[in-house]
């Protein structure tokens, strides 16, 4: 029974610490591969935006356009074509002048709010992606690609093009997807909003939490807390739901957004507990 007892301690501490080595990697790697996606999709994002911004075919004819009020039906096609090209969801011109002068689907509702998005493109120049938010009313999650539009001699903008994007088609697979089987683990993107963090996107183990599920700064346990307050690497927390999880947690750069790729601590060790059970039964 000693030696039973003995070998059974000696394999479940070395078992533990490579175990836990070997998770700690891998939970590095997926996080570093899914910044790595979220870092090249925004960029892809504001790449067209760039090649939209100084276009020297179409934003002067563009500019003629808005200025005589004719040719409206070419403007509507070139937005179908931004629509179909590049699967943006809605898309919408503005003069600079802050009226909204055409957008696709026809029945798109403006917002005001979208004026301080026309403004701050007008005040920069500089094409930006406005972040996750709730659509209205259909309470869809969505971003907008905000391009303003010059020509070549003007230095104010001509107009601005604010582009819909589906978090669902591309951002949320990318997010959701994990590259092994495994019956806990998951990826979670939050921003911070004063003192508290918002998840970002649909979780695994809880339903409608996309832009509604909040957490305070003082839960402090939480991986997301641990990324939004500066933590990097892969950090032991309890999570949402009480668990306590291995957790790799990132910041994205150039953005407002943080990672954490996490699964449960249980799940991890759990070829431990199966290869004690082993010794154990074994003498």
């Known amino acids: 029974r000693y030696w039973r007892d003995w070998s059974s301690d000696v394999c479940s501490s070395d078992l533990r610490r490579s ?3 070997e998770a700690r990697a891998r939970l590095t790697d997926i996080a570093d591969m899914k910044v790595q996606q979220l870092e090249v999709w925004r960029a892809e994002r504001l790449a067209v935006s760039k090649s939209l911004q100084f276009n020297p075919l179409v934003v002067p004819a563009l500019l003629q356009s808005l200025n005589s009020g004719s040719d409206r039906g070419a403007i509507k096609t070139w937005l179908e074509q931004l629509l179909t090209a590049y699967q943006f969801t809605a898309v919408s011109l503005w003069d600079k002048d802050y009226y909204r002068r055409a957008w696709l689907p026809a029945g798109d509702p403006g917002h005001e709010w979208e004026r301080e998005l026309i403004a701050e493109a007008i005040r920069t120049r500089t094409p930006f992606l406005a972040d996750l938010h709730r659509d209205d009313p259909t309470g869809a999650p969505y971003m907008t690609l905000v391009v303003p539009l010059q020509s070549s001699s003007s230095f104010e903008p001509v107009a601005t093009l604010l582009l819909k994007i589906d978090p669902e088609r591309f951002l949320y697979p990318v997010i959701q997807a994990w590259p092994t089987p495994s019956g806990s683990a ?3 993107l939050v921003r911070r909003e004063g003192d ?3 998840i970002l996107n649909e979780l695994r183990h809880r339903k409608h939490t996309a832009l509604t599920l909040r957490c305070p700064l003082s839960r402090r346990e939480l991986p997301s807390v641990k990324a939004v ?5 892969v950090v032991d927390a309890i999570d949402y739901r009480g668990i306590p999880v291995l957790a790799a947690v990132r910041h994205i ?3 407002p957004w943080y990672l954490d790729a996490k699964i449960d601590t249980r799940e991890v060790f759990a070829p431990l507990r199966q290869r004690v059970v082993l010794i154990v039964t074994a003498f």
């Open 19 to 21: 175990i836990a080595t």
């Open 186 to 188: 998951e990826a979670v």
């Open 196 to 198: 508290e963090v918002l």
């Open 229 to 233: 307050l500066g933590y990097e690497g």
């Open 253 to 255: 750069p150039d953005s």
